[in-house]
């Protein structure tokens, strides 16, 4: 029904049939993304923030959750925390040469130049 409602543009049911999927604890942490993606939709950061929050705290260790912690904080600017949170999904995924490639862009500042470099060979690395 949740997904049927955002298809068909019924936001606001949407979210109410997602946010009971949550307290019915059905569909794990693939149903915080599912409301993240309304919220984005809307342009309501405080929103995709607080569901984004609540769906790391429920399951810290998906690592869908940590990338779009790590755009939120992208987005709007958090760039100590777009760094730690980018960490966090290199551990969880270390092949990932794109993450490493983000990492060197945070990074790509005079006072950061060597951790850019080291990220950026990381991403040239594994994307071979």
Do not use: C, W
Request: glycine share 6%; charged share 35%; net charge negative.
């Amino acid at each position: 029904a949740a997904l049927a409602a955002e298809k068909l543009q019924i936001v606001k049911k949407a979210k109410e049939y997602y946010k009971e999927l949550i307290e019915l604890e059905y569909g794990g942490a693939k149903i915080f993304y599912f409301l993240t993606r309304i919220y984005k939709k809307d342009n309501d950061t405080i929103g995709t923030f607080e569901i984004i929050k609540q769906g790391r705290e429920k399951y810290p260790e998906d690592n869908t959750l940590v990338i779009e912690e790590l755009n939120y904080y992208i987005l709007t600017g958090k760039r100590e925390e777009a760094i730690a949170n980018l960490k966090l999904a290199i551990e969880k995924d270390p092949g990932n040469h794109y993450l490493y490639f983000v990492l060197g862009s945070l990074y790509d500042r005079p006072e950061d130049f060597n951790d850019a470099v080291i990220a950026y060979e990381k991403a040239l690395e594994l994307s071979e």
